[in-house]
C-alpha cells in the first residue's frame, strides 16, 4: 500500500490520557493478555489469546509496561495522505511514530487508514511485541520477490505448521477473514517481514492446499516500503534483526517439540520391556521424516516453482564479487569485439548506473538468480565498485559534484581483458518483463510494449497558428482557421509577388513598407526595433515573415500532438490546443544535503505512464525510483524522482523508446553553483 512515500503533516506529540487510551484500543482490538498481577486495571481478554500469545521466555508485564512498549511515551502523531492501487485511489489516515529505546531514531509503529479505528502495526512494532497478531510463513522467495514489491500473499503461498500447541491444524486460531497477520520467511520464521489482512479464514483452510486458489492475505506493509524507509531526517530503514526473535512461533520450534513428544511417547512405549529407547527414536524420527516429505509432496503443483527456488544455496559474497567483475570483463570484451578504437562504442563519462544496467547485468552468469545484485556484494553499491576497479588499474575515476562516481577512461589493453574467454549466457524468460530491448523485434521489447503501452509509439507534433482580424483578409482568408508557419510564409510572399513595387530599385530580399506593413504587421505590437524598421521604411523579406509569425499578437500558436498514425486523417480527428507545444521537464538538483536527485514531470502529455515508467528507472538507473503527485500541481499530474544525475538514460534511452525527441525535454540543472 506504501509503495509511494505518503505525504506526511507536521507531527504533534500524543497526550498522555490519548496515548493510554489508545494502547487500551489495541490491547483491546489485538486481544493481548495483560497479567492479572497488575494493580492498574486491565481490558478484558480472552483465554485464546492469552494462550497464543504468553511465552514462557517473556518477562510478566504490567499494564503501564505494556502500554510503553506499544505506545513509547515520546509517541507522536500526524495525519498523511497517499494513493494506491492501479486507479491510483487517494488515501488518508494517521500515522503514529516513537521510538522503542530512549534516545533512539523515531520510526513509524502504528497506522490507521480513513476512519477505520483500528490501528496497524509496522514491523519495527512486530519486532518488539511477539505474538500480537498470528504469524504466517512463506518460502523466501516469495518474499523476497513478490510480497516486497507489493504483491498479496495467495493460498498456495502459505506453508503451515507441522505441529503447535493448540492450532492442531497448523493455523493460528486468530487468522481468521478481516484479520491482521504478520509474515515471515522459513529462514528467518519468528522475524516478521510484512504485515496484511486475511482475505479468507486461513485458520480453517487444512495442510492440504492443492486445488485452492485466490488471495489469502493482502498486504498493508512491509519491510522495505515507504513507511519503513521513513525517518524524521531523511530516508532509510533500519535491517530486521539477524537472530530469532523469541515469543514468535517459529516452523523449527514446532519440530523441535514434535521430536520431544514422539521421544517421551517411545519411552513410555519401553519401559516394560526394558530399554531400547534409543533405537525407538530414531525409527520415530525415520517415519517423522517420511511423513513430512510425503505432506511437502502434497502441497500441489502451484507450489513446485518455489520450493524449487527454495531449495537453491545462497551464494557467498565471494561468488557474487567474482560474477561482477566477470560481467565487467565480458562488457569490455564484447565492445572490443564489436566496435573500433579508441573508445569501442562507450561515451565518457559512464555514469554507476549505466555501467550497471548496460554492462553488468546484460552479462551475469546468473541474470535470474535475485541473489546476484549489487547489495550482495562486498562493495554494496555501485560507487565503492568502480573504486575497486579503479584499484586494479582497469579504468579511471573521479568524483564529481554531488557525491556521484563516474568513468573517465578504461585500459582496454590490460592483461585480464586481452584473455577474457566468453562464457555461455542464460537466455532471458519470455514471461518476465524487460525494460529495455535494442532491436525492435527482440523478446525484451515485445514484452515491454505488452505492459506499457508507450513503449514503441511514434508522437508527431504540428505546430498551427490562428491569425489576428489584422491579417484578414489582406494575408489570409479566415481567422477561424488553422495554418501552418509554411503556409504564412507563403501568404506574406504571395502579398508581396502581387505588389510589384514593394521590391522595386532595392534587390528582392528588401522589401518597401507599405501602409499595410507599417500598421498592420509592424505596428500592431511595435517595438524600439519595430520603429526603427519603420523610421527606415524598408525591411528583409525573411525578417517580414519571421516579424508575422513570431508575434502573438498576429499569430496565436496551437499545437496538435498526434498518436500514432500521422495522415491528414488522423490529424483531423483531434482538435488542437491552444500554445506552444508542452515539454517533458528534467530537474537535476539536490536533496539532503549532498544527494543528488533527477526529478522527471509532464510525462502525461506524452502519452506514458508515471507509475510504468519508475520500475524501468528502478532497474536501468540501478537506484531508488519513486512516483507522487506533482508538488503545486493539478491532482492527476505526478513526478517521478529517482537517484543521481540520470539525464542521459532518461533522454537517450527511457524516453526514446517512448517516441520522445530531445527537443521536446528541457533540462534544469539545479546542481551547479550560481555564476559570479
Known amino acids: 500500500m506504501f509503495k509511494k512515500r505518503p505525504e506526511i503533516k507536521n507531527l504533534s506529540p500524543?497526550?498522555?490520557?490519548?496515548?493510554?487510551?489508545?494502547?487500551?484500543?489495541?490491547?483491546?482490538?489485538?486481544?493481548?493478555?495483560?497479567?492479572?498481577?497488575?494493580?492498574?486495571?486491565?481490558?478484558?481478554?480472552?483465554?485464546?489469546a492469552t494462550a497464543a500469545s504468553s511465552s514462557p521466555s517473556q518477562p510478566a508485564l504490567t499494564l503501564s509496561s505494556l502500554r510503553n512498549s506499544l505506545l513509547p511515551d515520546s509517541t507522536s502523531s500526524a495525519r498523511f495522505t497517499t494513493t494506491s492501487g492501479p486507479n491510483q485511489t487517494l488515501l488518508v489516515g494517521t500515522i503514529y511514530v516513537g521510538a522503542h529505546d530512549a534516545g533512539g531514531e523515531q520510526r513509524i509503529l502504528w497506522f490507521q487508514i480513513g476512519k477505520a479505528p483500528k490501528m496497524i502495526p509496522t514491523v519495527y512494532t512486530l519486532w518488539q511485541n511477539p505474538g500480537i497478531v498470528p504469524l504466517l510463513h512463506t518460502p523466501d522467495f516469495v518474499v523476497e520477490q513478490k510480497l516486497s514489491h507489493g504483491s498479496d500473499l495467495m493460498i498456495p503461498g502459505l506453508v503451515a505448521r507441522s505441529r503447535s500447541a493448540g492450532h492442531g491444524n497448523g493455523w493460528d486460531a486468530r487468522a481468521k477473514k478481516g484479520a491482521v497477520v504478520a509474515v515471515a520467511g522459513l529462514k528467518k520464521d519468528t522475524v516478521p517481514m510484512w504485515v496484511g489482512?486475511?482475505?479468507?479464514?486461513?485458520?480453517?483452510?487444512?495442510?492440504?492446499?492443492?486445488?485452492?486458489?485466490?488471495?489469502?492475505?493482502?498486504?498493508?506493509?512491509?519491510?522495505?516500503?515507504?513507511?519503513?524507509?521513513?525517518?524524521?531526517l531523511g530516508s532509510g530503514g533500519r535491517e530486521a534483526p539477524e537472530g530469532p526473535i523469541e515469543g514468535w512461533p517459529g516452523l523449527a520450534e514446532d519440530m523441535t517439540s514434535a521430536i520431544k513428544d514422539m521421544k517421551l511417547e517411545d519411552d513410555e512405549d519401553e519401559d516394560e520391556g526394558g530399554g531400547g529407547g534409543g533405537v525407538a527414536l530414531k525409527a520415530a524420527s525415520a517415519n517423522d521424516s517420511q511423513q513430512s516429505q510425503s505432506q511437502s509432496q502434497s502441497r500441489g503443483k502451484e507450489r513446485s516453482d518455489l520450493a524449487e527456488v527454495v531449495d537453491v544455496?545462497?551464494?557467498?559474497?565471494?561468488?557474487?564479487?567474482?560474477?561482477?567483475?566477470?560481467?565487467?570483463?565480458?562488457?569490455?570484451?564484447?565492445?572490443?569485439?564489436?566496435?573500433?578504437?579508441?573508445?569501442?562504442?562507450?561515451?565518457?563519462?559512464?555514469?554507476?548506473?549505466?555501467?550497471?544496467?548496460?554492462?553488468?547485468?546484460?552479462?551475469?552468469?546468473?541474470?535470474?538468480?535475485?541473489?546476484?545484485?549489487?547489495?550482495?556484494?562486498?562493495?554494496?553499491?555501485?560507487?565503492?565498485?568502480?573504486k575497486h576497479l579503479d584499484k586494479l588499474k582497469l579504468l579511471k575515476s573521479k568524483d564529481r559534484s554531488g557525491g556521484e562516481t563516474v568513468i573517465l577512461d578504461i585500459d582496454f589493453e590490460d592483461a585480464q581483458i586481452a584473455n577474457f574467454r566468453p562464457y555461455a549466457l542464460p537466455k532471458p524468460k519470455p514471461s518476465v518483463t524487460a525494460s529495455g530491448g535494442?532491436?525492435?523485434?527482440?523478446?525484451?521489447?515485445?514484452?515491454?510494449?505488452?505492459?506499457?503501452p508507450s513503449v514503441?509509439?511514434?508522437?508527431?507534433?504540428?505546430?498551427?497558428?490562428?491569425?489576428?482580424?489584422?491579417?484578414?483578409?489582406?494575408?489570409?482568408?479566415?481567422?477561424?482557421?488553422?495554418?501552418?508557419?509554411?503556409?504564412?510564409?507563403?501568404?506574406?510572399?504571395?502579398?508581396?509577388d502581387r505588389n510589384p513595387e514593394l521590391t522595386g530599385g532595392q534587390g528582392a530580399s528588401s522589401i518597401k513598407l507599405d501602409p499595410?506593413?507599417?500598421?498592420?504587421?509592424?505596428?500592431?505590437?511595435?517595438?524600439?526595433?519595430?520603429?526603427?524598421?519603420?523610421?527606415?521604411?524598408?525591411?528583409?523579406?525573411?525578417?517580414?515573415?519571421?516579424?508575422?509569425?513570431?508575434?502573438?499578437?498576429?499569430?496565436?500558436?496551437?499545437?496538435?500532438?498526434?498518436?500514432?498514425?500521422?495522415?491528414?486523417?488522423?490529424?483531423?480527428?483531434?482538435?488542437?490546443?491552444s500554445g506552444p507545444p508542452p515539454q517533458i521537464h528534467l530537474t537535476i538538483e539536490k536533496r539532503t544535503g549532498t544527494k543528488v536527485v533527477t526529478k522527471i514531470t509532464n510525462l502525461e502529455p506524452f502519452f506514458i505512464d508515471p507509475q510504468l515508467v519508475a520500475p524501468e528507472l528502478q532497474k536501468k538507473c540501478a537506484g531508488s525510483a519513486s512516483v507522487g503527485q506533482l508538488t503545486g500541481g493539478r491532482p492527476g499530474l505526478s513526478e517521478v524522482v529517482v537517484q543521481g544525475d540520470q539525464r542521459k538514460v532518461i533522454v537517450g534511452d527511457v524516453?526514446?523508446?517512448?517516441?520522445?525527441?530531445?527537443r521536446w525535454v528541457e533540462v534544469v540543472d539545479k546542481t551547479k553553483g550560481k555564476k559570479k
Open 14 to 48: 500524543l497526550r498522555s490520557s490519548d496515548r493510554r487510551k489508545l494502547a487500551d484500543q489495541i490491547i483491546k482490538d489485538y486481544d493481548i493478555p495483560v497479567p492479572s498481577s497488575s494493580s492498574e486495571q486491565t481490558p478484558a481478554v480472552s483465554e485464546d
Open 197 to 232: 489482512t486475511c482475505d479468507v479464514d486461513v485458520s480453517r483452510l487444512g495442510n492440504d492446499l492443492r486445488g485452492q486458489k485466490g488471495v489469502a492475505v493482502k498486504g498493508l506493509h512491509w519491510a522495505g516500503d515507504e513507511v519503513w524507509s521513513w525517518r524524521p
Open 313 to 386: 544455496p545462497e551464494p557467498t559474497t565471494k561468488e557474487v564479487d567474482d560474477a561482477f567483475f566477470q560481467a565487467f570483463l565480458f562488457a569490455l570484451h564484447k565492445a572490443k569485439a564489436d566496435n573500433s578504437p579508441p573508445h569501442y562504442g562507450f561515451d565518457f563519462p559512464i555514469l554507476p548506473s549505466y555501467l550497471i544496467a548496460n554492462m553488468i547485468h546484460p552479462h551475469l552468469k546468473h541474470q535470474n538468480d535475485p541473489h546476484y545484485n549489487i547489495k550482495k556484494t562486498s562493495w554494496k553499491n555501485a560507487k565503492k565498485f568502480i
Open 438 to 452: 535494442d532491436a525492435p523485434g527482440d523478446a525484451s521489447t515485445s514484452s515491454s510494449s505488452t505492459s506499457d
Open 456 to 496: 514503441g509509439q511514434k508522437i508527431s507534433i504540428q505546430i498551427l497558428y490562428r491569425v489576428s482580424s489584422k491579417l484578414v483578409p489582406t494575408l489570409l482568408p479566415s481567422k477561424t482557421e488553422f495554418y501552418t508557419g509554411a503556409q504564412i510564409a507563403a501568404a506574406v510572399k504571395a502579398y508581396i
Open 516 to 577: 499595410f506593413l507599417a500598421n498592420n504587421v509592424l505596428g500592431s505590437n511595435p517595438t524600439p526595433d519595430d520603429q526603427r524598421t519603420i523610421a527606415a521604411g524598408r525591411i528583409m523579406r525573411g525578417a517580414l515573415q519571421r516579424r508575422v509569425v513570431d508575434d502573438s499578437h498576429l499569430c496565436q500558436p496551437f499545437h496538435l500532438m498526434v498518436r500514432g498514425d500521422s495522415s491528414e486523417n488522423q490529424q483531423s480527428q483531434h482538435k488542437p490546443k
Open 655 to 662: 524516453l526514446a523508446r517512448r517516441g520522445v525527441d530531445s
